[in-house]
């Protein structure tokens, strides 16, 4: 029996596996790089270890480290999460080596599986079907796609088109892939556009019982990482259904598997081909607990325990939608910085990784939590989905919630018209619909709701007259206004047809023509913004200061960082000539390259920074001359 199981990763994963040990009496471990020290993961175990240091190399890809933690924390047992060493077989042998219990695949199944190259021979072998591989140094077709043999999660990816990109890219593919997986094979496969990605959950115990529990459509994806998840997909075929299930149990039973997997498959139509075999834990997996009705941790540990499964999985039940929440803007560039709220309402399931105060470093991934409906229908989940995603308080960093409510609210998606596409230019998406317009005038409500609630807030810290009102005079000479970088309200005298029913900091409630909306309004030492809440959605205002300190003025056409990051390379010298769309530099951030182009054509007037400079968010990198006509 394991009586103190250590979990050798972070956040979201390491709590979700915590919530099950505490269901079963298992003590838990976590560990954690300083810039973890205060995550809820570390804090939340009942014992903790710090891996000294921030980078994954050096803490949560350090086996001899986590090695000595369960020695040091006295764990009988390692559950490895996904993502780091989860499906590093010389890890889960050095976990059974030192006598531990390890909750995962046999080492020998996860390397018949680490590399994908070896891994399309066996699944041929199995019966499986597979796309063919192409020759690197000179493929017969495009557009293709170059894969990273190791690991997964998009990293070690790109998409050819011709034949002129194929070297820059591959290289590409193969220094994230280094820098990920620590494993810089690639191999290349012919693009099979426009197609789903559907996956199979197996889950095999140690007596020869292998379980599908049905398929998962994870099509919706930015960058090759999956955005919005659900369970069952809605637009394949009975017929195609069962033969993904056999093909992934037939997958599963090649390679001696023990425990929990996913296949993954594309599927065009009655087209069906192997991708990879996850041997771990998936992000997803929320899903089909959700509607299979079962904790897939507890069944981690129980067939790690040597339990023996039922003869067969339960029935399906009804439909979940999961949809990953990432702090990353519109571009999809992860954000860092401290989340002040993190509060998301609703008849969901919310596993996370932060929590209201956490702060986003530069050095994992930028996944905040995962959101996840359930309903008797796919329409029911749906709904409680976007009825969620809206009235979440997200507040000090952007996120991708906007983008999410879109798809689980665009047609295209409601009618299950996905695919690996969906996110592309010219894909299923819809253009985004106009809002449902408010009632005329109602677009300045939430800069007027916040304009009131700083005004009750003076007063409320007024120490002379507090039982004034705000910017009373004997005889006014002008309104009282409000100004903010994104609108310039006034609120005394209030707009034609607007009521004040309260008013206060942190609430302000306003009618206008008989509707009344209740906007919630927050703000935070060292943040200067205002955000407001209501139904109307969410909006972030930046007060202009009265007395605007002096500010410093880059150059006309520098080049700023987006994010922290390491500067993975320099592509040009001070006084090459560079055009529109050229990369200039590529910056490493949260394990992944990140391009920075040349916004216009001009020479490069001044490189400010070198190979592997560490740089924080809006540092100048280079500035770039433009040409003039």
Same mark, same amino acid.
């Given at each position: 029996m394991i009586t103190r199981l250590l979990v050798a990763n972070r956040g979201e994963i390491a709590r979700r596996v915590f919530r099950t040990c505490r269901s079963l009496g298992v003590s838990t471990v976590a560990v954690f790089s300083d810039a973890d020290s205060g995550a809820p993961h570390a804090r939340e175990a009942d014992l903790a270890v710090r891996l000294p240091g *921030?980078?994954?190399?050096?803490?949560?890809?350090?086996?001899?480290?986590?090695?000595?933690?369960?020695?040091?924390?006295? *764990?009988d047992a390692v559950h490895p999460g996904y993502g780091f060493l989860s499906e590093n077989a010389a890890f889960a042998r050095a976990v059974l080596d030192a006598g531990l219990t390890w909750v995962g695949p046999p080492p020998e199944a996860i390397e018949a599986m680490g590399s994908k190259i070896a891994a399309k021979r066996l699944m041929v072998e199995a019966g499986v079907p597979v796309l063919p591989s192409l020759?690197?140094?000179?493929?017969?077709?495009?557009?293709?796609?170059?894969?990273?043999? *190791?690991?997964?999660?998009?990293? /070690?990816?790109?998409?050819v088109r011709h034949a002129g990109e194929l070297a820059a890219e591959v290289e590409s593919a193969r220094r994230e892939a280094e820098a990920a997986f620590g494993d810089g094979a690639v191999f290349a496969e012919p693009l099979l556009e426009a197609a789903r990605h559907v996956e199979v959950q197996v889950l095999a115990d140690g007596h020869g019982t292998v379980w599908a529990l049905g398929e998962r459509e994870c099509s919706v994806q930015r960058r090759h990482q999956k955005v919005v998840e659900e369970c069952p997909s809605p637009g394949i075929s009975e017929r195609t259904r069962e033969l993904l299930c056999a093909a992934a149990v037939r997958a599963a039973r090649r390679i001696g598997y023990v425990g929990a997997g996913t296949v993954e498959f594309l599927?065009?139509?009655?087209?069906?081909?192997?991708?990879?075999?996850?041997?771990?834990?998936?992000?997803?997996?929320?899903?089909?607990?959700?509607?299979?009705?079962?904790?897939?941790?507890?069944?981690?540990? %129980?067939? *790690?325990?040597?339990?023996?499964?039922?003869s067969g999985p339960p029935a399906p039940r009804g439909h979940a939608i999961e949809a990953r929440l990432y702090a990353e803007d519109a571009a999809y560039v992860p954000q860092t910085g401290v989340l002040r709220r993190f509060e998301v309402p609703g008849d969901v399931r919310v596993d996370s990784g932060v929590e209201s105060g956490s702060r986003v470093s530069p050095h994992y991934d930028a996944m905040l939590a995962k959101i996840v409906a359930y309903g008797a229908t796919r329409a029911e989940a749906a709904r409680k989905l976007a009825a969620s995603l809206?009235?979440?308080?997200?507040?000090?960093?952007?996120?991708?919630?906007?983008?999410?409510?879109?798809?689980?609210?665009?047609?295209?998606?409601?009618? /299950? %018209?996905?695919?690996?596409?969906?996110?592309?230019? /010219? /894909?299923?998406?819809?253009?985004?619909?106009p809002p449902s317009s408010p009632p005329s005038g109602d677009s300045g409500l939430p800069a007027l709701a916040a304009a009131l609630a700083m005004a009750a807030g003076r007063r409320r810290e007024a120490t002379v007259l507090a039982g004034l009102p705000g910017g009373w005079r004997n005889v006014r000479s002008q309104p009282a206004r409000a100004r903010f970088e994104e609108a310039d309200v006034v609120y005394d005298p209030l707009p034609a047809g607007v009521t004040v029913v309260s008013a206060r900091p942190e609430e302000v409630v306003l009618e206008r023509d008989g509707l009344r909306r209740t906007f919630q309004v927050a703000r935070y030492d060292g943040d200067e913004r205002v955000y407001v809440d209501s139904s109307m959605g969410a909006a972030v205002l930046t007060p202009v200061p009265r007395l605007p300190e002096p500010v410093e003025h880059v150059a006309p056409g520098s080049l700023l960082a987006p994010m922290p990051g390491s500067v993975l390379r320099v592509e040009v010298a001070e006084g090459d000539t560079v055009a529109r769309g050229q990369p200039v530099l590529v910056l490493e951030a949260m394990k992944m390259e990140h391009r920075i182009a040349a916004p216009a054509g001009g020479v490069v007037s001044d490189v400010r920074v070198e190979k592997g400079q560490q740089v924080e968010a809006g540092a100048v990198l280079a500035i770039i001359q433009e040409e003039t006509t």
């Open positions: *921030a980078h994954p190399a050096e803490t949560y890809l350090a086996v001899d480290r986590i090695i000595e933690a369960c020695r040091v924390s006295g *764990a020759d690197l140094a000179a493929p017969d077709e495009f557009p293709l796609l170059v894969k990273a043999s *190791a690991g997964g999660g998009g990293r /070690g990816m790109r998409i599927v065009k139509g009655e087209r069906v081909a192997f991708l990879e075999m996850n041997t771990r834990l998936q992000v997803e997996h929320p899903v089909t607990e959700l509607v299979f009705g079962v904790d897939l941790v507890r069944l981690q540990l %129980e067939v *790690a325990e040597g339990a023996a499964l039922p809206r009235g979440a308080r997200l507040h000090g960093l952007t996120t991708n919630r906007d983008l999410l409510l879109e798809i689980v609210t665009d047609q295209a998606f409601l009618a /299950g %018209e996905t695919n690996t596409a969906f996110l592309s230019p /010219g /894909g299923p998406l819809s253009p985004p619909s």
